[in-house]
């Protein structure tokens, strides 16, 4: 066996800082259940497969959109676009679900899941397995339905900030640098 240097423990915070190195897109997970609506902003958020489309979410274990999620057994992601930061901001916001919904212009597709409007375009997902992962829970879920939206650039997040690109090669910082935190 070949001998090897034990492991060194990873710092939170730098973990943290590093992975704030890899810019992300920025999305808005929603369900509903009866007449329950939730949802929160995510942008740990991967397509995992095409055959079948599949997308996979990663939630933080005790937010609040994770049970109606559950109950649901559907989800949908609205993916942002550089003008609706307000609404990375509202979805990430500690108020109660039905609270960030409050005059807000939705749709509904097959799932009954609300889809924001403006977006880039939205996935909706049939829950096909609840993973729990250390201080998250990874949601796997099928594409069962898509939209297609306007087609203008991406809302970025980028070193613990938001990001635009203002065209395919040049990444815009917000003035003074980022500053949002999850
Ligand atoms: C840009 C951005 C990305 C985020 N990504 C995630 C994520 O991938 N998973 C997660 O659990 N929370 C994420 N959050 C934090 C949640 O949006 C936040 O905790 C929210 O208040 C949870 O809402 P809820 O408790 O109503 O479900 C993110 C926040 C921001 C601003």
Redesign the pocket.
Same mark, same amino acid.
């Given at each position: 066996m070949t001998a090897t240097a034990p492991d060194v423990p990873v710092d939170s915070l730098g973990f943290r800082r590093l992975m704030g190195r890899w810019a992300t897109g +920025?999305s808005v997970v929603t369900a509903r259940d009866g007449p329950t609506d /939730?949802? %929160? &902003?995510?942008? /740990? %958020?991967l397509s995992v497969s095409v055959h079948p489309p599949a997308l996979l979410?990663?939630?933080?274990h005790? +937010?609040? &959109? %994770?049970p109606v999620l559950r109950r649901a057994g559907a989800f949908a992601a609205s993916l942002l676009a550089h003008d609706q930061r307000a609404l990375?901001?509202r =979805? /990430? #916001? #500690?108020?109660?679900?039905a609270e *960030?919904f409050l005059g807000l212009a939705v749709h509904r597709g097959s799932t009954g899941a609300p889809l924001l409007d403006g977006t880039l375009g939205a996935l909706e997902c049939r829950v096909r397995a609840v993973t729990p992962a250390f201080d998250?829970v990874l949601i796997l879920g099928e594409v069962v339905g898509q939209e297609v939206g306007r087609d203008v650039l991406p809302l970025l =997040?980028y070193r613990s900030g938001?990001a635009a690109a203002d065209e395919p090669n040049s990444l815009r910082l917000p003035p003074g640098g980022p500053g !949002? *935190? !999850?």
């Open positions: +920025v /939730a949802g %929160l &902003t995510v942008n /740990a %958020l979410v990663s939630l933080m005790d +937010v609040d &959109t %994770l990375s901001d =979805f /990430a #916001a #500690a108020v109660p679900p *960030k998250h =997040f938001y !949002r *935190k !999850r």
